[in-house]
Every structure is written in structure tokens, then in C-alpha cells.
């Protein structure tokens, strides 16, 4: 058999091995795609803006959640009327304040899926016209020391039917949130209470310089670190 005739049959037999992928990616849709990867990629403002540009639906699947920014553009969004709904693992289900506090104190409907060893998904579908999804937790230390990558995707129409159904399916089985009742005494100055002023929004924690001379008209306790920044105070500059 001629060398070029040859080299045309293993042409053609190389092409029609092609022709199951060809037919495969023929099913995808063009979508237009952002990616950000951390740490410190810029992946919390995307987000951020993302929910901001929200005008009638937030749908929420969180693994682990503990995001301020991310927290009070949700929030904020719900103060405008859009529609909010988190469905998150059950690890934020503690007896400490946690996002999914201030998301349920906030009047955002918040479900906690315990059907699950982990409820690792960490998706937002915004508008049923935007998703989020990737790596990345709704976290500060995803933005700040993690390794992650976070994909915000659009024109994807049946990617968000896709994702909007699992969601759903996932609420039908998931319970409202509710903080567990915790049996340990309240915090005291001995075990740990973080003191806020309220003048300078400004939190301290024993061992802080100035924490025991602290005026006490001006003070807002809190159970916890985390608590004094969803309420929008920042640790003092002088504390360990």
C-alpha cells in the first residue's frame, strides 16, 4: 500500500476516533467564566459584587462559613428585598456565634443539611442567572492563607437549572437552623469575654493592654471573637 495512502487511512481513523468527543462537547453551551484563585486573589470581592448586583434570588450551599464580608452582602441584599436562602453543613450549628447567627437574626431563611458526612458544596446561584462555585469556602481564611480557586460563571442557563435543582433537593431534606443552647456558664472576664467599645468599635481579650481599665459605660460583651467582628468591631492594635 503507497506510503500516502497509508499516512490518509490513519488520517481519517485518527479523526473518527475524535468524532465521540466532538459529539460529546457538542452539548456544552458557551458561558462567559471568571476565575480567581487565593490566597489574596481577589476571590471574597467577587463575591461580594456578585451579591451587591442581586435583585431577586440568593441561593446558598456552605460548607464552612465564617466570612464577615460575604455575611453582610448577603444581608444587605436581603434588606433589599432579594430572596435568601443558605443551606449549610453542620458544623455551623454550634453553640457559639457563627454566621449562620447572624444570617437567621438577619430574617434569612438558613438550613442546616446534617444528611451528609460533609455538606462540602460551596456554590451561589445568584438571580438564576449567575453561579459561584469552586474550592473556595465562604471564609477568611480561604481569601487569606488558603490555596483555592473560585469560578464565577454566567450565560450558563441550564448549568443554573442544574445547580438551582440540587440545591432544592438538598433544602427538602435539610432543618431550620437554630443555635443550640449552650450548658456552659456565662463568660466571665476569667474564661475568655471579649469587650467591645462601643464609642470606637474597637474589641479587646485578656491579655489585651487596657483590657481590665476599661470603662465599664462603654463596654459591649461578647461571647467571642468572631461575634464582635459580625457586629462590626476590629481587635485593638495593642492586643497579642
Known sequence: MPKQRCATLAMLAGLLGLLPWIATAADFTPARVAVYFSPRGGATDAVVRALHAATTQVLVQAYSFTSVPIAKALVDAHKRGVTVRAVLDKSNQTEKYSAATFLVHAGIQTFIDDQHAIAHNK????????????????TKAAEEKNAENLLVIKEAPELVKAYEANIQA???????YTRQASTAPPATDADGAVHGNRHSKV??????K?????????????????EAQQAGYRRAKDCP
Open 170 to 176: 438538598h433544602a427538602a431534606h435539610a432543618h431550620p
Open 203 to 208: 474589641y479587646r481579650v485578656p491579655g489585651c
Open 210 to 226: 487596657g483590657y481590665a481599665g476599661m470603662n465599664p459605660a462603654s463596654v459591649v460583651t461578647f461571647a467571642s471573637e468572631a
Open 123 to 138: 456554590v451561589m446561584v445568584i438571580d438564576s442567572a449567575t453561579v459561584i462555585t469552586g474550592s473556595f469556602n465562604f
